[in-house]
């Protein structure tokens, strides 16, 4: 999950009412499901931004479909880094095909 889709009213403002802090999955193709798993790369990229309770899935029918949820405690945060050098170089190194990349926000 290395991009975004946001809708008018901008993403941190429709997801942080409340003041509790959402869960949000982010589901793509991958090239190397295996690789993907076994990367470090999540945890680096987004440790440094209060991201906690990562956890990864894969489509059992289509092992390169897969999917990671995340509690976030700064979605501007994360929606700035996501539109980052940093997150494609993470992006390109999981083999994520960034074209596929939907993300969800708990509602």
């Keep these: 999950m290395y991009s975004s889709h946001t809708g008018p009213g901008g993403v941190a403002e429709s997801m942080m009412q409340g003041g509790t802090m959402p869960t949000i999955i982010g589901h793509h193709d ?5 690789h993907w798993l076994a990367s470090p790369k999540r945890e680096e990229f987004f440790g440094p931004l209060g991201v906690t309770n990562i956890r990864t899935f894969v489509d059992p029918q289509n092992p390169s479909h897969v999917a990671v949820s995340m509690d976030v405690a700064d979605m501007d945060a994360l929606m700035g880094a996501m539109q980052s050098e940093g997150a494609a170089e993470a992006m390109a190194h999981d083999g994520v095909l960034p074209e596929t990349l939907v993300i969800l926000v708990e509602a």
């Design 30 to 34: 991958v090239r190397d499901k295996d």
